[in-house]
C-alpha cells in the first residue's frame, strides 16, 4: 500500500515569512497527526486529528501555527509568521483508529529551516 | 502522558542481541506498549508492540513483566543496517503516542 505522503520534502525560508507544509495519509486512516522534531529530539505531536475534527492541539503554539484536515483526507500545517526555532523537520502520520494495534505509519517529513 | 526512560545510546557489534530496556513506571491498565526505529532522513517506523509478557515478530521479541513498568525490545543478530534511533512510547488514555530522546544503536562490523 501508499505510504503517508509529505511535500515539500525540503523548505528554507526568512524568518517572519509564511510556509505550509502538506500530507495526505494512508487511504483509509481516519487518525492523522502533525509531530515537530528538532535535530536531536524525538518527535513531538502539535495536533491530532480523527476524520476532519482536532482531537488534541494542547501544544500546537496556535498564535503562528495552524493546521487543518478539509473532508477528513488530506492536511495542511502552516506556519506565519516563521521563527528561528520553528526549523525542525515536520513529520506526518496516520493510522486506522485513535488505538490502532498496529501503530502509526509516519512519512518521510519536511525539513524546515529558517533563516 | 506516561513518561518512559530509556539509555541515551548503546554500542553493539554486527551478529549480537541488542536489548533496550524501557522503564515507564507509571504506565495505566489500558496502555500499550510500542517501539519505533527511525533512520537519519526518515519518519519513525513501527517494530512492535505489545501489552504483556511476550510478543515476538520477523524483526524483534518485546518482553514484559508482570508489573508492566518496564520493557525490554530485543533485536537479534542485528546488521549494519539495525543503527538507528529506537523509541519506547507508551499510548496514553486518550492514545496520544509521546517521544521521547530515544536510544541511539550503533552497528559495528
Known amino acids: 500500500e501508499a505510504g503517508v505522503a509529505q511535500s515539500p520534502r525540503y523548505k528554507i525560508i526568512e524568518k517572519r515569512q509564511s510556509v505550509a507544509f502538506w500530507c495526505n495519509p494512508i487511504?483509509?486512516?481516519?487518525?492523522l497527526y502533525w509531530y515537530q522534531q528538532i535535530l536531536g529530539q524525538g518527535p513531538k505531536l502539535l495536533i491530532q486529528?480523527?476524520?476532519?475534527?482536532?482531537?488534541?492541539d494542547s501544544q500546537l503554539p496556535k498564535d503562528r501555527f495552524s493546521a487543518e484536515r478539509l473532508k477528513g483526507v488530506d492536511s495542511t500545517l502552516k506556519i506565519q509568521p516563521a521563527k528561528l526555532e520553528d526549523s525542525a523537520v515536520y513529520l506526518c502520520?496516520?493510522?486506522?483508529?485513535?488505538?490502532?494495534?498496529?501503530?502509526?505509519?509516519f512519512g518521510s517529513g519536511t525539513r524546515l529551516t529558517v533563516v | 502522558l506516561a513518561k518512559t526512560t530509556q539509555p541515551i545510546s548503546m554500542d553493539s557489534y554486527e551478529g549480537q542481541e541488542v536489548n533496550i530496556t524501557c522503564s515507564h513506571n507509571?504506565?495505566?491498565?489500558?496502555?500499550?506498549i510500542t517501539w519505533y526505529q527511525q533512520f537519519p532522513s526518515q519518519g519513525p517506523r513501527f517494530i512492535i508492540q505489545?501489552?504483556?509478557t511476550k510478543v515476538t515478530n520477523e524483526v524483534a521479541s518485546l518482553f514484559i513483566p508482570a508489573d508492566r513498568k518496564s520493557s525490554t525490545l530485543s533485536l537479534p543478530r542485528v546488521s549494519l543496517s539495525d543503527t538507528a534511533v529506537y523509541y519506547c512510547?507508551?499510548?496514553?488514555?486518550?492514545?496520544?503516542?509521546?517521544f521521547g530522546a530515544g536510544t541511539t544503536v550503533t552497528v559495528r562490523a
Open positions: 507509571n504506565i495505566a491498565t489500558n496502555d500499550y
Open positions: 505489545g501489552y504483556k
Open positions: 487511504s483509509g486512516h481516519a487518525t
Open positions: 502520520a496516520s493510522s486506522l483508529a485513535l488505538s490502532d494495534p498496529y501503530g502509526y505509519t
Open positions: 512510547l507508551v499510548g496514553d488514555k486518550d492514545y496520544k503516542l509521546s
Open positions: 486529528f480523527q476524520n476532519n475534527g482536532v482531537v488534541d
